[in-house]
């Protein structure tokens, strides 16, 4: 919410909400309530969009500890091989998701390349670079430069 003070912005009333537009460092949009508190951010970044979905959304206009107390965390772990971890380092943003049984990766490297790995039974149908890593098998889809430059991480 900070980028909105040092950037130039506009708010627009859409019905019961509102949502404010602004560029840095990618297109975002803000939808909020009609009091004020976020709904959802959307940022559209290099053709990439993510979006943050707000599911608890509370006014704060009580202590931290008092909101924090109704909520829990999952403490559940995801364990990645160390060289898929090495290689998400040498990313500047990315998304973890489910898609029909497999785990999929999107993200953004360093260098502004697009990149895709899968892990799971179903390698995707184009342009994929598979690797073993600790009986897991990795499909990545990219451009060969980027493939290249992932190799390398991923053997040191």
């Given at each position: 919410m900070r980028d909105i003070e040092k950037a130039k912005?506009?708010?627009v009333k859409r019905g019961e909400y509102y949502?404010?537009?602004?560029?840095?460092?990618?297109?975002?949009?803000?939808?909020?309530?009609?009091?004020?508190?976020?709904?959802?951010?959307?940022?559209?970044?290099?053709?990439?969009?993510?979006?943050?979905?707000?599911?608890?959304?509370?006014?704060?206009?009580?202590?931290?500890d008092e909101i924090l107390s109704k909520l829990s965390l999952d403490e559940s772990e995801i364990y990645l091989p160390e060289p898929l971890m090495?290689?998400?380092?040498?990313?500047?943003?990315?998304?973890?998701?489910?898609?029909?049984?497999?785990?999929?990766i999107y993200g953004i490297m360093k260098n502004g390349a697009k990149v895709r790995i899968c892990?799971?039974?179903?390698?995707?149908?184009?342009?994929t670079l598979t690797i073993e890593l600790n009986n897991m098998k990795l499909f990545i889809v990219t451009d060969e430069k980027?493939?290249?430059?992932?190799k390398e991480i991923i053997h040191k």
């Open positions: 912005y506009t708010v949502e404010i537009s602004f560029e840095k460092n990618g297109k975002y949009l803000i939808f909020l309530d009609k009091t004020g508190i976020p709904i959802k951010i959307k940022r559209d970044y290099m053709g990439t969009v993510s979006e943050l979905i707000f599911e608890y959304r509370e006014p704060i206009d009580k202590p931290p090495t290689l998400l380092q040498n990313f500047r943003f990315f998304r973890i998701q489910n898609c029909k049984g497999n785990i999929e892990f799971g039974t179903t390698p995707p149908s184009t342009g980027t493939m290249e430059t992932i």
